[in-house]
């Protein structure tokens, strides 16, 4: 079992930064891939950036040159550096990670989510 906790949320003005963490715990000496998500409202869930176990990035292309996504393995953490953020960036952010258990099977997991709240 994993457990992921975010923080770092909150409401800023648009062009502005926030930094979200993602802290993992329990058994996570065979976490793989990471990933954010977000949500709006009445929406479904949107990947916005990955990063592999050999850190490997993608990017949505509405965040592409203004999100950054790293892991510090040292620390079981996962960050979201945002810049220059538009009010379209509002929403709740989901971290995502993908372990493995004993037996190798691979489960998702999420945290619980952080509001991000872009004013215009």
């Known amino acids: 079992q994993v457990h992921l906790a975010e923080s770092g949320g909150g409401l800023v003005q648009a062009g502005g930064s926030l930094t979200l963490s993602c802290v993992a715990s329990g058994d996570t000496s065979c976490i793989g891939a990471l990933a954010w998500y977000r949500q709006v409202p009445g929406k479904q869930r949107e990947l916005v950036t990955t990063i592999s176990a050999g850190g490997v990035v993608h990017y949505v292309a509405s965040v592409e040159g203004r999100f950054t996504i790293s892991r510090d393995v040292a620390k079981n953490t996962l960050y979201l550096q945002m810049n220059s953020l538009k009010p379209e960036d509002t929403a709740v952010y989901f971290c995502?990670?993908?372990?493995?258990?004993?037996?190798?099977?691979?489960?998702?997991?999420w945290g619980q989510g952080t509001q991000i709240t872009v004013s215009s």
């Open positions: 995502n990670a993908d372990a493995c258990d004993a037996s190798g099977f691979y489960y998702v997991y």
